[in-house]
């Protein structure tokens, strides 16, 4: 069958996966292609077993594979077949060198835009998906002019915002697209390309464009803006305990005033995933980079509140534990660092439980759907960890349960049956305030929620 266009996506990850899906499943009259260097996880996306979880994703990639959606590991045929590039390869945080903690990882990215430029025989289209530093396409540029070999390229910046677990429906319906080019006319009439590719099925107002630096930028700054406000509710959550305020009382307050929004403002136990920290250490680097250091303290602050609330709530734990965590039973109730993904990375749960353990307490970690990856974040930990499926057996013998993730199952749970099956005084530390505190309070438990007195019998 002949496509309207062959596009390429180099990079099989969170971003990658799901956003060809999206274009394949919306566009048939386009070839997508997802490549990869790791054969294993090309061999999951071609299986019945995706290698992600996303609510909604296996049914558009079962739908469109073998038809206009393809997988595999031939990255320099795939080059030479495409028109349009995505490049979404990792970019994660260095661990290396200067700028070792904050600065973005580029070798995977430098190595892919070197591969384009040896395959090419013809002008392309390159796409920076990855989340990058500012300035990042003048390096790709420079890199696919290097050889003067004649092949024009031109480089475009498009970031993705979808946020996992609600990846379908972002990438379905978004707020907005936002497309990152030259203000020259070739780089106009790239932009142009990729503006078609979307007009398909988003429509054209909440299609944005911009300079290319601007929507570089831009992905920085909305995930540091998203995260400075769990920061945020989660400082005020500190104050709320001992004043005894009520945090989602105050939180509903405010985001009735429409300047502020209610959206983004549930204390918790602190956010994880593996943008938030990655992307505002970078633009720390940048702003300090550039020596804006008032303006790179401001933005790391929001980083460390939010290490702050991490240890609070174990600290909270030994406290009202009776200053001791040793030998006791505790489950933790989700692993994942949000609901509806298996995802663990920077997972606040992965910090608690090895800070949990430090303590020398016996840990029984329970999660639907993260729990292969909960025991590779923490393999090797010297410390008496169990694993569990079922979340009534995970409690069994427990003298406390810590809720980690905002799972809907351990809302409808029945906690009465737990609280018989536990070892008494009975402790539960809401990291996400979703269970009825007061019920459990009513049922024996001593509740410990985020943001709100206690409520216990002693
Ligand atoms: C985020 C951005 O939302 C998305 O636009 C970007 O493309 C990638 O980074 P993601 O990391 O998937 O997405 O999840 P998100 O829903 O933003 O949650 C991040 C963390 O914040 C989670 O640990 C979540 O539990 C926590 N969170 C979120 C809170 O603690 N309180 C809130 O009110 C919202
Ligand atoms: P993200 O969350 O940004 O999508 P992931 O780590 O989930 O990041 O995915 C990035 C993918 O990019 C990984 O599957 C990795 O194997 C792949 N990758 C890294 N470098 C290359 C490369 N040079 N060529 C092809 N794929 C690459």
């Known amino acids: 069958m002949k496509f309207d266009k062959n596009i390429l996506c180099i990079g099989a ?9 999206m274009i394949a499943h919306k566009c048939p009259q386009y070839k997508v292609t997802v490549v990869d260097i790791n054969p294993e996880r090309i061999s999951q996306w071609n299986s019945d077993e995706l290698p992600i979880y996303e609510p909604g994703l296996d049914e558009i990639v079962k739908a469109a594979r073998g038809k206009n959606l393809f997988f595999g590991t031939d990255i320099e045929e795939g080059i030479r077949d495409a028109g349009i590039i995505f490049v979404s390869v990792n970019t994660p945080t260095k661990t290396f060198g200067a700028g070792a903690g904050m ?16 395959c090419s025989d013809s002008p392309k289209i390159i796409i920076e998906k990855s989340t990058l530093p500012v300035k990042t396409a003048l390096a790709m540029e420079r890199i696919l002019t290097s050889t003067h070999n004649g092949i024009h390229f031109d480089v475009l910046s498009n970031p993705e915002f979808l946020a996992e677990g609600t990846a379908i429906s972002d990438l379905e319906s978004p707020d907005r697209v936002l497309i990152g080019s030259r203000q020259t006319e070739r ?12 007009a398909n099925w988003v429509p054209e107002e909440r299609i944005i464009t911009a300079n290319i630096w601007s929507s570089e930028l831009s ?8 995260a400075q406000r769990i920061s945020s509710v989660n400082s005020i959550s500190a104050l709320c305990e001992i004043t ?12 009735m005033d429409s300047r502020i929004g209610d959206k983004f403002l549930k204390a918790s136990v602190g956010f994880g995933g593996s943008c938030f920290k990655k992307d505002i250490l970078n633009l720390v680097y940048l702003c300090r980079h550039y020596g804006l250091h008032e303006v790179a303290d401001y933005w790391e602050s929001v980083v460390r509140l939010n290490d702050y609330q991490k240890e609070r709530f174990v600290l909270r734990i030994l ?23 298996g995802d663990t990375r920077e997972s606040p749960a992965i910090f608690i439980a090895k800070r949990l353990v430090e303590e ?36 069994v013998g427990c003298h406390a349960i810590a809720i980690l993730t905002e799972w809907n199952l351990y809302r409808e749970l029945d906690f009465e049956k737990i609280y018989r099956s536990m070892v008494k005084p009975a402790f539960i530390f809401d990291g996400r305030n979703i269970v009825d505190h007061k ?9 410990f929620p985020i943001g709100k007195s206690a409520l216990t019998h002693f």
Do not use: C
């Open 244 to 255: 005894d305020a009520d945090i989602t009382e105050v939180a509903g307050a405010i985001g």
């Open 103 to 118: 600065a973005a990882d580029l070798q995977y990215w430098e190595k892919t835009a070197r591969q384009i430029l040896q």
């Open 319 to 341: 406290t009202d534990m009776f200053n001791t965590l040793a030998g006791k039973r505790i489950s933790i109730f989700g692993f994942a660092f949000k609901a509806d993904t």
């Open 13 to 21: 990850g969170y971003v990658g996966g799901p956003t060809m899906a």
């Open 360 to 395: 020398k307490a016996e840990l029984v970690i329970t999660d639907p759907k993260a729990l292969k990856n909960a025991k590779i974040d923490l393999d090797g930990l010297d410390g008496n960890i169990s694993y569990v499926e079922d979340p009534y057996d995970a409690a």
């Open 219 to 226: 992905k920085l700054v909305a995930n540091a803006f998203l």
């Open 439 to 447: 019920k459990l309070f009513e049922i024996g438990f001593n509740v």
């Open 187 to 198: 780089g106009l009439k790239a932009r142009d390309a990729l503006v078609e590719i979307y």
